[in-house]
């Protein structure tokens, strides 16, 4: 990277994060080897940081504080049998911590409370075949404990609670087909339960309302695809449910909530085997939510606009099991396990306000962009992602097809899917020869209008434009057709015939393994209109996104 390369994208992460309240992620740093399934995490008092874990290698529950200053210390809480699955951590209002977990095989309900250093009470609350699955623990008002829970014996939903000289009662809440599996418990002011769960059996996702009278009312809050599964769930100061969780059947990280008076569902993002194993905790206002995204942890918050997302593990392996908590002014902390290494990680996210950090201009179409100068740092909502490909690179335009541009996103960016629309905040550059560039510094989706149709141009048209016109088809998705003159490492070179004869044709660039066509077949190209390098000069080329774009005109 170049040294003015490096100074814009230094400059973009400052810029980003001081204007827009951005959260940076360092590298996360791995607590524990060979261990941290179903991860818990609580902020505590006095800066304190608290975690429950399962231990897969020994079989054990595992806790672990971190101090003000940063340093973690571990324990061990309970090794008799093979311990620790779901574990649900509480923190009471002396700052204690209370667990609620299952053990396998035996499937036992249990719960944990800490007396003081490696000294935990340890009690078994169900017993019954096949219990303790899904556990979620909340504690009321006066610290007595709550755990919605199911088990694999008959997938009921299930709620235990503790009454101070009565012990511990329970109760089925829902059991119609297969239900109660994911579940995740919180408490009103009042202390009545709600709890979100999946229904196996229907494929949806579900809530129960804790009734003051007494028993239960259940919704059905998502029913599309197979929605439901790994349930996050949080509460807001007026009692109104917050809850992230995976569609299976849309392939999306969704996330659901109740305003009083219905529930509303958005998708955070469409993903590829991603959006499960969820946690969310809701502050002023907006939901923040961590999950298992297609290569590695995400964050998302939602914004006014949309959501922004952010890339947590940059390993590239699949990771999971994400426990979130925040701290102090809202910084967010993750716990997650890397199945790719089998480690437990811990991951911190910072902000870097500046007081005095420069507004971005606020501009509504790309052609206002492109005419911008050098190191201009502008915003520009509604814009389409029309090109996302190894040969194509990334490229935005708007809606009504007037104007496209390169946008250039940082090393480890979470890429959006082509056809979402965007706001985009960034620096303008320019890329290769004369052709305009936007360095993006941050970005959340807006809405997902599909990908615009291609421009069909002539290749007179296309050549003819002037590259630095701020309406320039440079950056365009366009179609072009014609007969292939001549044939290149890497490109062929398209000819329709339109003059001027001098100038003949157009390189149309290839990637790796796509089929090539040969020298005088008819073949129709759909491609990006952009400049590259041919030779010593540079020239108008097609940027195919994939392979499916060049199609070979039979004879």
């Known amino acids: 990277m170049s040294r003015l390369s490096l100074f814009i994208a230094l400059i973009c992460i400052v810029l980003a994060q001081a204007a827009f309240g951005g959260v940076y992620w360092p590298e996360p740093t ?38 003000a200053s940063g340093q973690w210390t571990f324990e061990t809480v309970d090794s008799a049998g093979i311990v620790g699955w779901f574990a649900s951590l509480e ?62 014996v008959g997938w ?28 995740a418990l919180d408490l009103t002011s009042s202390d009545l339960c709600r709890i979100s769960y999946f229904d196996a059996t229907n494929r949806r996702l579900k809530f129960a309302w804790q009734q003051p009278e007494g028993g239960w009312a259940i919704d059905i809050v998502d029913s ?73 942890v995400r964050y998302a918050e939602k914004l006014a606009g949309g959501w922004r997302i952010y890339q947590v593990d ?20 993750i716990t997650y396990f890397n199945l790719g290494d089998g480690c437990l990680y811990y991951a911190e996210g910072t902000d870097s306000s500046l007081p005095d950090a420069p507004v971005p201009e606020q501009l509504s179409k790309i052609a206002d962009v492109r005419a911008r100068p050098d190191g201009s740092w502008v915003s520009i909502g509604g814009q389409v992602l ?32 082509e056809g979402r629309e965007l706001h985009i905040v960034g620096v303008v550059e320019t890329k290769a020869g004369p052709e305009r560039a936007l360095r993006v510094c941050d970005w959340w989706s807006t809405g997902s209008p599909g990908v615009p149709r291609p421009l069909f141009m002539r290749l007179r048209d296309l050549k003819a434009a002037a590259p630095t016109s701020p309406l320039s088809s ?30 003949q044709g157009i390189q149309v660039m ?31 080329v097609l940027l195919p996104r994939r392979s499916e774009d060049v199609v070979i005109i039979p004879n």
């Open 30 to 67: 791995m607590l524990q080897a060979n261990t941290g399934r179903y991860s818990s995490l609580e902020a505590g008092p006095n800066g304190t940081l608290h975690l429950a874990f399962y231990d897969y290698i020994n079989d054990d529950l595992r806790y672990a504080v971190r101090s």
């Open 91 to 152: 923190l009471d209002q002396a700052g204690v911590p209370h667990i609620a977990y299952c053990e396998a095989y035996n499937y036992k309900l249990k719960y944990a409370v800490r007396n003081g250093p490696n000294d935990w009470t340890i009690e078994v609350v169900d017993s019954a075949p096949g219990r303790g699955w899904y556990s979620s623990l909340a504690l009321d008002s006066a610290g007595n404990p709550h755990i919605a829970y199911s088990g694999n």
């Open 156 to 183: 009921d939903l299930r709620h235990a609670w503790y009454v101070p000289g009565s012990g511990w009662q329970f109760e089925v809440i829902d059991s119609v087909g297969d239900v109660g599996l994911y579940c």
């Open 224 to 296: 599309s695809g197979d929605a439901g599964i790994d349930t996050a769930m949080t509460l807001d100061d007026q009692g109104h449910p917050h809850i992230a969780y995976w569609d299976r059947g849309n392939d999306a990280s969704k996330y659901a909530w109740h305003d009083g008076t219905a529930w509303h569902v958005d998708v955070v993002e469409f993903t590829v085997d991603g959006g499960y194993e969820a946690g969310i905790v809701y502050w002023q206002g907006s939901p923040r939510i961590s999950y298992e995204g297609t290569c590695g």
């Open 314 to 333: 940059r390993t590239g392996r699949k990771c999971g099991d994400t426990a979130l908590a925040l701290e102090g002014t809202g910084h967010p902390r």
């Open 386 to 417: 029309s090109a996302s490909g190894p040969v194509s690179g990334h490229y935005v335009e708007c809606p009504d097809r007037c104007a496209g541009i390169c946008t250039v996103f940082p090393e480890y960016s979470i890429m959006p899917l």
């Open 474 to 503: 440079l950056g365009l998705l366009v179609q072009a057709a014609g007969r292939i003159i001549s044939v290149g490492q890497g490109y062929v070179v398209l000819d329709d015939g339109s003059p001027p004869a001098a100038e």
């Open 510 to 540: 290839l990637g790796a393994g796509w089929t090539v066509p040969d020298q005088d077949d008819m073949v129709v190209v759909t491609g990006i209109a952009a400049i590259q390098a041919v030779g010593s000069e540079f020239k108008p």
